[in-house]
């Protein structure tokens, strides 16, 4: 049943809708019309397809992870987005919407980025379809994510530093917004997540839900039975909005959802779905971070990609029906997840995906040996390697 | 039922004149300054006024009004701040329309019908939300109606036939042209499509037509006179604030509206 939203005005219950100035409403129409019309279009469908076979590296494997599964007590599978090309999930929408930009004739793109993951998959997409790139990322982001600032360069597209709020992704797209509001004719706003307004949460996690359909048939194929739970990190929330989708009329799979705790619940975290309130950012109504007088929080997590103080409504919908959970884990447990999966498994997870990684221990209480869990790595380390390094003290004499 | 935006615009009418509208947000530069910039404006010859209620992500506005909103912030604004301040303006005997500008969340957290009817009680007449378009405004503009207080919405430029009759048809007391896609901020020139934009509008309504976004000089105040009924004129005033002292803040907020004006009124 909930497979069917959003409504037509793009609303999940009381969550979503297109909260935007009227400048922008005429671009959200033209990009709902021009979804609809090409997911019914042959020729669009076996393009992608193609683009996500021969050029990302579609299906990714699920791996199962037979020592952290000895480990815990409990089968663990690993569907493996890190090995998508970029290195994460991102990489399926931004080439998706990236065809969608060809067929509506615009020639610029602007994007936001948080940890970098979907800028450089923009930047690499728009580099493939011939389009110009115009990536936005908050000032701190921009010095703790180096290496994809580098390689958003490289691959062509113009990265411009964000100096406003909290210089992370908020204010990223914030930006991103403005750009497009002032040239909203000849360019497209390729979103990373499933937030912003209609038809936006609707259309990333169309595209990224195929993770969730490769993993219900490949786990199917080994197991002949459907998981017992999915897990996955949750900052805007596509990753799991992507294999949670193909499973949300399943009630036997339970999906949990991991946030970043930050420094604490009680500190600074980005803990939006465990205790954010309802509000309107970025185009939607969901949960947000915010002060009592409707003024947007500051997040913080130690992970770019999850530091961010709303989520994408659907995700907001699901936890008030009880069809998702939501629990949030801290820095210091995510970088514990980062060396329990590299040393059980060697796979470096990206920080985003180690917060996910780090609450499977806590899972011992409830899961037993039959137990079935399918873990979403949404996208590999590399990026990270600065700041871990630094955490775990390795070049400490 | 009687709105003072309705009464100056009729007025406005008969005088074959248009309306210039000073923006400001509350509680800047100072919490102290707002009725004090207001008054003077007013009295300066400005015919309304729009006060901003101060939004930490404000993705319509561009860096002027982003900076004042953020000292305000941090000079503690808020919409109680803002009620204050109206309900001061009218017992300082200030007849002339006042209008709120926000984003739409301040106004969700403080609950919506409690603001609409918090804002009719402290003298508002009308509210602009930026980020809540006809298709999310259900609710709000039956409760708008209810406490007597025009709902205003906003047109653009890249606004197709099919929405410009949706906001017609939703719309009372004015509709807010802007006149260029992109954020609030001073602009040089305005192209001949915004002409062409605003005969559309005028095509589908009877209501008053205030074009803003970039209105800063003389030149575009003849221009809108010839267009439209209203100018909104918001960094340009935002900015002439933020280069004065409190010395000369009046004089020079004086000057700013009576040079606008002169020429509004030729």
């Not at chain 1, 130690?302 to 959970?325: K, M, R, T």
């Not at chain 1, 917060?355 to 899961?367: M, N, S």
Request: hydrophobic share 40%; net charge neutral; charged share 20%.
């Amino acid at each position: 049943m909930t497979k069917k939203f959003p409504d037509y005005q793009g609303h999940f219950g009381e969550f979503g809708g297109k909260f935007v100035p009227e400048t922008l409403m005429p671009a959200l129409d033209e990009l709902e019309n021009e979804f609809r019309v090409a997911s019914k279009d042959t020729k669009f469908i076996n393009r992608l397809n193609n683009l996500l076979n021969t050029y990302v590296g579609r299906p990714t494997p699920l791996t199962f992870a037979e020592n952290l599964s000895e480990k815990l007590g409990y089968k663990i599978y690993l569907k493996r987005e890190d090995l998508c090309h970029t290195g994460a999930h991102k990489i399926n929408a931004a080439l998706a919407q990236a065809l969608l930009v060809k067929r509506m004739g615009k020639k610029r793109v602007v994007a936001e980025t948080g940890a970098g993951q979907h800028g450089v998959a923009t930047a690499t997409a728009c580099a493939l379809m011939g389009l110009q790139a115009v990536i936005y990322m908050g000032a701190k982001d921009f010095e703790r994510q180096k290496i994809n600032v580098a390689r958003m360069r490289l691959l062509g597209a113009e990265v411009i530093k964000v100096n406003s709020g909290s210089m992370t992704l908020k204010d990223a797209i914030n930006e991103a917004i403005r750009d497009w509001v002032t040239n909203v004719k000849n360019t497209h706003y390729l979103i990373g997540s499933v937030v912003g307004p209609h038809p936006y949460p609707e259309i990333i996690r169309n595209y990224q839900s195929i993770i969730g359909k490769e993993a219900k048939k490949q786990i199917m194929d080994v197991e002949n039975r459907l998981p017992d739970v999915i897990i996955a990190c949750v900052g805007g929330g596509s990753n799991a909005m992507g294999i949670f989708y193909p499973f949300l009329d399943d009630k036997q799979t339970q999906l949990i959802g991991i946030e970043a705790a930050g420094e604490g619940i009680d500190k600074q975290h980005a803990a939006t779905l465990s205790v954010g309130t309802k509000g309107i950012l970025h185009g939607a109504k969901s949960l947000v971070l915010q002060d009592n007088n409707g003024q947007i929080e500051e997040a913080h997590s130690i992970s770019a990609g999850l530091d961010y103080p709303g989520v994408g409504p659907e995700h907001a919908w699901l936890q008030s029906l009880n069809q998702a959970e939501y629990f949030s884990v801290t820095n210091e447990i995510a970088l514990e997840g980062v060396e329990l999966l590299s040393k059980t498994e060697g796979i470096i997870p990206a920080l985003e995906t180690a917060h996910a990684v780090g609450y499977l221990p806590q899972l011992t209480k409830t899961l037993n040996s039959d137990s079935i869990l399918i873990l979403n790595v949404s996208g590999r380390g590399d990026k990270d390697m600065d700041i871990i390094s630094e955490k775990l003290n390795f070049f400490h004499e | 039922m009687n709105n003072k935006i309705d009464k100056l615009f009729d007025k406005l009418k008969v005088d074959k004149s248009i309306a210039l509208i000073p923006f400001v947000p509350i509680n800047w530069p100072s919490k102290e300054d707002t009725v004090s910039i207001v008054e003077t404006a007013l009295n300066a010859g400005a015919h309304a006024i729009e006060l901003g209620i101060p939004f930490s992500d404000p993705l319509a506005d561009g860096t002027t009004n982003q900076n004042a909103y953020q000292e305000a912030l941090k000079n503690g604004a808020n919409i109680n701040s803002l009620f204050q301040i109206v309900k001061k303006l009218r017992n300082n005997k200030i007849e002339k329309p006042i209008i709120a500008f926000s984003y739409y969340n301040p106004i969700y957290k403080f609950g919506t019908e409690l603001f609409l009817k918090q804002a009719q009680e402290s003298g508002l007449d009308g509210v602009i939300v930026v980020d809540l378009p006809p298709e999310e405004s259900q609710k709000f503009s039956i409760l708008a109606k209810k406490y007597n207080l025009h709902q205003i919405y906003l047109l653009a430029p890249t606004s197709d036939m099919n929405r410009i009759k949706l906001v017609a048809k939703q719309a009372t007391g004015f509709i807010y042209c802007v006149s260029v896609s992109g954020t609030t901020g001073v602009r040089e020139d305005f192209s001949d499509e915004l002409i062409n934009f605003i005969s559309q509008v005028k095509k589908q309504t009877d209501l008053p037509i205030a074009i803003g976004f970039g209105v800063s000089k003389k030149k575009h105040i003849d221009f809108i006179a010839n267009i439209a009924d209203g100018a909104i004129v918001g960094s340009a005033f935002v900015e002439n604030i933020r280069n004065s002292s409190s010395a000369d803040r009046s004089f020079k907020i004086s000057e700013f509206v009576k040079n606008l004006v002169e020429v509004n009124e030729n």
